[in-house]
């Protein structure tokens, strides 16, 4: 692979990574849906304890929706991307904080959180998408419900 073509993968690699925060932060989630593969390898062992899993896009995005409610807000900002094409596949790791702020009247609450994303992506005739997506925390603080607050049914 010639050097253009090469920084031209990364730029949309990272691309790609951005507009998926960017997607959740606005609760975006059909054009968030687009950036995955229809199934997704995901886990955030240290965040939820949960099992990596492996799920469609439609329930991962069914999932954020829920726990980044409209009545949450959250930010995520990530960097010092290390990104790694191999033919039509590539992995890409960065370093991230977000936070998640519910509104005053379900109490304000806010959490913050520090620690590595990695990604796995393929390339697909519509550019590349995550087929697979980790989160390791290394540090978290403030409020521990609210990352897993929802919503009453209906509201």
């Given amino acids: 692979m010639d050097e253009i073509a090469a920084l031209v993968d990364r730029a949309e690699i990272v691309d790609v990574a951005n507009a998926v925060f960017d997607t959740a932060d606005a ?3 059909p054009v968030c849906q687009e950036l995955f593969d229809d199934e ?3 886990a955030f062992p240290n965040l939820n304890g949960g099992e990596p899993a492996r799920v469609t896009a439609a329930q ?3 999932r954020w929706e829920t726990v980044l409610h409209a009545r949450k807000q959250s930010f995520h900002m990530v960097g010092n ?3 790694n094409v191999d033919g039509a596949e590539a992995g890409m790791t960065a370093k991230a904080y977000a936070y998640m702020l519910l509104d005053a009247d379900l109490g304000g609450g806010m959490w913050e959180v520090w620690g590595v994303y990695r990604f796995r992506l393929a390339r697909q005739a ?3 998408k995550v087929t697979a997506m ?3 925390a290394w540090h978290s603080r403030g ?3 609210v ?3 929802t919503l009453p049914a209906g509201e």
């Fill in 126 to 128: 519509e550019g590349w």
């Fill in 81 to 83: 991307y290390a990104v």
């Fill in 40 to 42: 997704v390898n995901v």
């Fill in 27 to 29: 609760k975006n989630w």
């Fill in 60 to 62: 991962l995005m069914d």
């Fill in 143 to 145: 409020d521990d419900a």
């Fill in 147 to 149: 990352p897993a607050h």
């Fill in 134 to 136: 980790t989160f390791d």
